[in-house]
């Protein structure tokens, strides 16, 4: 059919039009925090197969979950391995595992958060040889149900014990009896382990299967903290759990192994010597009766790896390191099958790389060197002699996929675009998914064979793409700029898609600026970037710096602020903030910033201490004074409050209420078991003291995250407010 000129140009002149309209759309906060308009693409419960040939994903409709088994070499559907609608199951499944020979699927649902991390859930046994569900454990919730090695037990803990369901005989194995809330906790571990060190289940089966070595922890006589939960009830609840602060007494942890054969348990270790004071990582070797243990002092400047024989009670050291500062604790470590060498990382080059320990000789050599970080260890080939990590070695501001061998030779870059990489590999190494981004595209997931060569594209955020080309968007800029002690820092800055030089814009400062922390990344930012991108349509610059003490910058770096967390990030944010007075197009008088958790902290500390170059701050959760924060965070970076007083209190916010001379937000959660609400408290105590105004905005029953129904589109519009009003 042919087109007369009139009808195309009918046609042009409303693609023209229709296209100009769409890109005059306005993001609200509604769309992007109640709505979700505006989510990625990703891999959801990716798991790699036994054969290395396939992998498996948790997919969901409207009525239903399935468990989906793809091939790696041709991208195709399989089979579907579960359908909780097939399978009669009405509850939503947030996770599941399979067992070591992958005849049967366990599946966590009905899942409660504790704390951060941890959970507890009912859990279902689905087996494919049988074909039947059903549920494991005691009728009420466990946590951290885990296969054993042979797929025929499952260990969990319930109300602080340790159990073994045996599947075959019905068997349920009381490993322990001395579990009491608030009191003793055995295969969990407390509340500053499971915040500080990441991880909440703390039981490990050994290789074979004969063995259990698990956490106990004895906090009795730690110092409680205690916070009323309102829950709409006529009286609230108190709610009590054990948080030592900074300069407070720890937990007493020992290390326990249970014999299945001989079921006694055997204490092998505990935090009774004055350099032993954590466990902050455990790992089975290769050798089923030998246990690997990361053992730290107090100060968290020694590291010491210990392997003890389980059966003989022998022990050994097989490596050890000091800092002058502090050590970064890692999950980068690993025991090739040979039984012959540990895979480590460490900064004590000045930058964070991978080390090879001989285990006969206690010999370290180093496999990746260079001035860049290691940033991720993702493992060990088939062969044992290829090593598949991430680094930033290109910018701080990027991450790249790598491949070396054992002795640090043939060094190859696996991904190939520009930006944020991110790799999970198949077993055995053969194949691995990358997901990509940078700070102006969204997620492309994409399939590679261990060469780094592209196999397909799995998704690449078509729907999102579609979406953000209908709004008229900022790009991100990445730039360096100097401060007035001479550093040069990375920073990014979005204008107004329509910037006019000429004009004075104000500007916001969104930061983080904790240790090892990044916020200028090229990387998509998400919901946070597009709220930051509705803040610009509304006629604002939006900038972030990555501060002296933040991550891929090296040791040097990121532990410039020992001993004086505060101090040297606000000089850098007063140097940022001169900086952009400098620039024509900024509003010299109108300097915001914001930031949540060390980010609040920061931005209340602007506000006060550095009052005279901010004129308004938002702070979200923030810490006031680090006397109020936990013992392993703090201390790592700080010391105790007796030995190092100047430190705490030259830097908190508390002290310089008197010099507030700006607008001021201050947010918390009644429930945040983590910053707790005292920093906000004392925070409004310290400025009523001082005669100073504010305003605070409070969410009853919300935990440091502040999320859950209409929580974050609450408060994000109350900030969008806030900002429109006095910045």
Known sequence: MKMDVKSFLVLLICCVSTGAFAQDNELTVEDIWRLGEFRQ???????????????????RDAENQFIVKHS???????????????????????????????????????????????????????????????????????????????????????????????????????????????????????????????FDKAFFWSPKGNYIAYYRFDEAHVKDYNMQVFGGNLYPSDERFKYPKAGEDNAHVSLHVFNLDEREPFQLVETNKPDIEYFPRVKWTQDENTLAVQMMNRHQNELTVKLFDVVGGSDQDIYNEKSETYISVTDDWTFLESGKTMIISSEKSGYNHLYSVNLENKKVSSVTNGNFDVTAFYGVGADENTLYYAAAVESPTQREIYSVKINGKNKQKLSSEEGWNSAAFSQGNKYFINTHSNANSPNVITLHDASGRLIRTLKNSDELNE???????????????????????????????????????????????????????????????????????????????????????????????????????????????????????????????????????????????????????????????????????????????????????????????DRLNGKYLLVHGTADDNVHFQNASEMISALVRADKDFDMHIYPDKNHGIYGGNTRNHLYRKMTDYLKENL
């Open 72 to 198: 790696y070499k041709t991208g195709k559907v399989v089979d579907t391995l579960f359908s909780t609608r097939k399978r009669g199951m009405d509850y939503r499944v947030a996770g599941y595992s399979f067992s070591s020979d992958e005849s049967k699927i366990l599946l966590d649902a009905e899942v409660e958060s504790i704390y951060r991390h941890s959970t507890k859930e009912r859990n279902y046994l689905y087996s494919f040889d049988t074909d039947g569900l059903r549920a494991v454990g005691f009728e009420a919730k466990q946590s951290f149900a885990s296969f054993s090695p042979d797929g025929n037990k499952l260990a969990y803990v319930h109300k602080n014990n340790l159990y073994i369901e045996n599947f075959a005989s019905g068997e349920v194995i009381q490993v322990t009896n001395d579990g009491k809330k608030n009191e003793v906790i055995n295969g969990g571990t407390d509340w500053v382990y499971e915040e500080e060190f990441a």
């Open 41 to 59: 693409d990703y891999v959801s419960g990716l798991r790699s197969m036994n054969d290395g040939e396939h992998y498996t994903t948790l997919e």
């Open 467 to 657: 979406k953000l080309g209908e709004y008229e968007l900022a790009t991100k800029e990445f730039f360096k700029f100097k401060t007035d002690a001479g550093d040069e820092l990375n920073a990014w800055m979005m204008k107004p898609p329509k910037f006019d030089e000429s004009a004075e814009y104000p500007v916001l400062i969104t930061i983080y600026g904790g240790p090892g922390s990044q916020t200028v990344k090229d990387q998509w930012g998400g919901a946070n970037h597009l709220w930051h991108q509705l803040l610009v349509q509304n006629g604002y610059i939006v900038v972030s710096v990555d501060n002296r003490g933040t991550g891929a910058r090296g040791a040097d770096f990121k532990k410039s602020t020992y001993k004086q967390l505060g101090k040297l990030e606000l000089e850098d944010y007063i140097s940022f903030s001169k900086y952009l007075k400098a620039q024509d197009f900024i509003d010299e008088n109108r300097i915001g910033i914001w930031g949540w958790s060390f980010g609040g902290y920061m931005a209340t500390l602007a506000i006060t201490k550095g009052s005279d170059y901010f004129t308004t701050a938002i702070a979200v959760a923030p810490v006031t004074t680090w006397r109020f924060y936990d013992t392993i965070y703090t201390e790592r970076y700080m010391q105790t409050p007796e030995e190092n007083e100047d430190g705490y209190d030259e830097n908190s916010p508390l002290n310089f209420a």
